[in-house]
């Protein structure tokens, strides 16, 4: 697969930790990666194509010098300034309020991820996921000593409530994930289905229950952060890197009861967010009105892209994020191969007959779709 796993050694040759006691539960397992390939068109890890805006790259250096004044000195701690405006972002824009003690950030929503499986997770404990989902759900999960047990989903991809609940009462997990928009296959997760999750889950244990919206704001749907009302046991975690076009700036967050706020941070690191990080953060929270019209055209490119396809012949999975899933293939490698052949790069993730393309700009997304013209003419010849 072109996917997730990224081969360390190549095929045949001795594992460099076959002499190292590495734990049990990662022998025979790659590190999370995707090509990195120099052609004239990526489109596949999700990232937002728009450069930062000029005015926004100056206004991210003046809080960074002022930051550098003080780099002898550790960064606040509880990145109290961040967290309260992260909170008034998510006010603003999903219309349920939420406060400073109700948000905790990280280096990037994987980090926001690993501290919470640390803290509710771990060696003897459980975490399910439906897959095919966001592959370092599964990744972290192993890598903080937690079991991990993949849910069942319908042939649409959409999750198959009845068998999850049967999953989630027979297995009792500690942790269940719940990925909506979906990553790879761009599908939403209705707000019932996961009211009928999170009772599965407290029937059961109680257990957490993480919805990740790492791609929310590409929604067509409103956020599910209002679920968050009257459930202790709920997180929403997102991220900086998609709708804010940060990718670089590795910046996460969770929303959740204070109380879960209080937990994550007996496993956070010292100082772990940067005094670099935070005014960068803050920096770009000052410019939401203007991201967030970038993410409107990419919306609006991504729907084309969905109809093109869709035009073409090929099946196309609905999608509410930031890149679509489409296919189906005899070979799903072979037409990823085609594809790049042709100049452009997207995302073979192991689903069997599919794969991903990243809305980018209209110049790269008809670079993508004259490649697919171009493939299908061929197959067809």
């Not at 999953?167 to 599908?187: K, L, Y």
């Not at 035009?311 to 994020?321: F, P």
């Amino acid at each position: 697969m072109e996917g997730s796993a990224r081969q360390v050694t190549g095929t045949g040759t001795p594992s460099p930790w076959d002499e190292l006691p590495v734990r049990d539960e990662l022998r025979g397992k790659s590190p999370y990666g995707a090509p990195q390939l120099d052609v004239p068109v990526r489109l596949n890890t999700n990232e937002n194509p728009y450069p930062l805006p000029e005015p926004l790259v100056a206004r991210i250096a003046e809080r960074v010098a002022e930051a550098a004044r003080h780099l002898n000195r550790y960064p606040d701690r509880d990145a109290v300034e961040l967290r309260t405006e992260l909170a008034a972002y998510l006010t603003r824009t999903t219309g349920y309020e939420v406060t400073a003690a109700r948000v905790w950030a990280a280096n990037g929503s994987n980090e926001v991820l690993q501290q919470l499986l640390q803290t509710f997770g771990g060696p003897g404990r459980t975490a399910v996921g439906f897959e095919p989902s966001y592959s370092m759900h599964a990744l972290i999960s192993r890598g903080t000593g937690t079991g991990w047990i993949s849910g069942p989903r319908h042939d649409d991809f959409t999750i198959d409530v009845e068998a999850a609940e049967r999953v989630i009462a027979e297995r009792r997990p500690d942790v269940v994930f719940v990925c909506s928009p979906n990553n790879p296959t761009g599908t939403a997760v209705e707000a019932e289905t996961v009211l009928r999750l999170y009772e599965a889950a407290q029937a059961a244990k109680p257990s957490m229950v993480v919805v990740d919206e790492a791609y929310g704001e590409f929604s067509h749907r409103p956020s599910l952060l209002p679920l968050l009302e009257g459930r202790p046991h709920l997180v929403v975690s997102r991220t900086m890197s998609k709708a804010f076009g940060a990718a670089g700036l590795r910046l996460g967050y969770l929303a959740a009861h204070p109380a879960v706020v209080d937990a994550v941070q007996l496993v956070r690191l010292p100082y772990h967010l940067s005094a670099v990080t935070q005014a960068t953060a803050l920096a770009a929270l000052e410019h939401t009105d203007t991201l967030l019209g970038y993410v409107e055209q990419l919306k609006t490119e991504r729907d084309r892209i969905v109809t093109e396809l869709r035009a073409m012949g090929c099946e196309v999975t609905d999608s509410d994020a930031n890149f679509v899933q489409f296919g189906r293939f005899d070979d799903s490698h072979t037409a990823w191969q085609a594809i790049l052949d042709h100049g452009v790069l997207v995302r073979d993730n192991g689903v069997p007959g599919w794969l991903r393309v990243t809305a980018g700009t209209p110049e790269e997304n008809d670079a993508f779709l004259d490649a697919v013209r171009a493939i299908r003419k061929e197959s067809n010849s």
